[in-house]
């Protein structure tokens, strides 16, 4: 039941999810080893949010986004054998549907939605109504690698070989109005990056890479988010200042707005002026 226009259209959604398994499970089955089903329900639920993004726009996205984030969040959290890096997962549902959004949304930001289209395709003709040999999770990731930027690929590890984790924070927020009329932006954000083995043991890791820094304003018709500001900038590890001008009185800004990250706290991204 879809109540207002900020509900997240969860019938749409699955009926999305359902239909592209005429491709994912009834084209290209994966084989019977660990990571198939992330060949078959990741694949679905990267078709179903191309779907919805495209019908509802990509800021709608957000708060399914964070939805997915708090589902694989709790997942994790009640795991009882162990949690499994996404191309090796055994048929952990918190892993194939929550982080296998997360993961394929934060993919096609990366290197973009043509090039991870181009090698979605490639993957699928080359094993489409075929018998065995059956493919796996590493054939689809050398498809995507194909199409990742060289100075792209240590993602690919971050994504599908490891659990990465991150914890983003936006800890201070100040606009002063300019004589122009305009604003100045300046905020302090935090980052911490982690990887985790299969029982939650976390080692904390330099982290060097771009990350969403957004700058917001009034809320207009159905309290669809103003973007004043909204680019990628080159994160490091601890503290770090960003100053921006933007045109109108921002509200509120932050790190990773959209949570396309796996943060362990996503409440703390962003900040109100």
């Not at 990742?148 to 100040?174: A, C, G, M, W």
């Not at 002063?176 to 009329?181: A, E, N, V």
């Not at 921006?244 to 790190?255: E, L, S």
Request: overall charge neutral; glycine content about 6%; hydrophobic content about 35%.
């Amino acid at each position: 039941r879809v109540k207002s226009d900020e509900d997240i259209d969860y019938v749409f959604y699955v009926t999305a999810h359902e239909v592209a398994h005429q491709w994912w499970a009834h084209q290209a089955i994966g084989a019977n080893v660990q990571g198939a089903t992330m060949l078959t329900e990741t694949l679905a639920q990267y078709s179903a949010l191309m779907v919805m993004e495209k019908e509802f726009g990509r800021q709608a996205m957000r708060k399914f986004l964070r939805y997915e984030l708090n589902r694989y969040l709790a997942g994790r959290g009640g795991e009882l054998v162990g949690e499994m890096p996404l191309m090796l997962v055994e048929n952990q549902q918190y892993i194939h549907y929550a982080k296998g959004s997360l993961v394929m949304y934060a993919l096609r930001d990366a290197i973009g939605e043509a090039p991870l289209n181009r090698a979605i395709s490639e993957y699928l003709n080359q094993y489409k109504f075929k018998g065995p040999p059956y493919p796996t999770t590493i054939d689809f990731v050398n498809f995507v690698q194909q199409h990742t930027p060289l100075d792209q690929r240590p993602l690919l590890d971050d994504l599908f070989r490891r659990i990465t984790l991150y914890e983003n924070k936006t800890t201070e927020v100040v606009s002063t109005r300019r004589p122009d009329g305009r604003y100045s932006v300046r905020l302090t954000v935090e980052a911490k990056k982690f990887y985790s083995d299969d029982r939650g043991q976390e080692t904390a890791i330099p982290i060097h890479e771009a990350i969403d820094i957004g700058v917001f304003g009034e809320e207009g018709p159905k309290k669809k988010e103003t973007v004043l500001f909204f680019a990628k900038r080159p994160i490091s590890s601890g503290k770090q200042t960003f100053e921006v001008v933007v045109d109108r009185k921002p509200v509120k800004a932050g790190i990773d707005p959209y949570n396309k990250l796996i943060d362990r706290n996503p409440d703390d991204n962003v900040k109100k002026f």
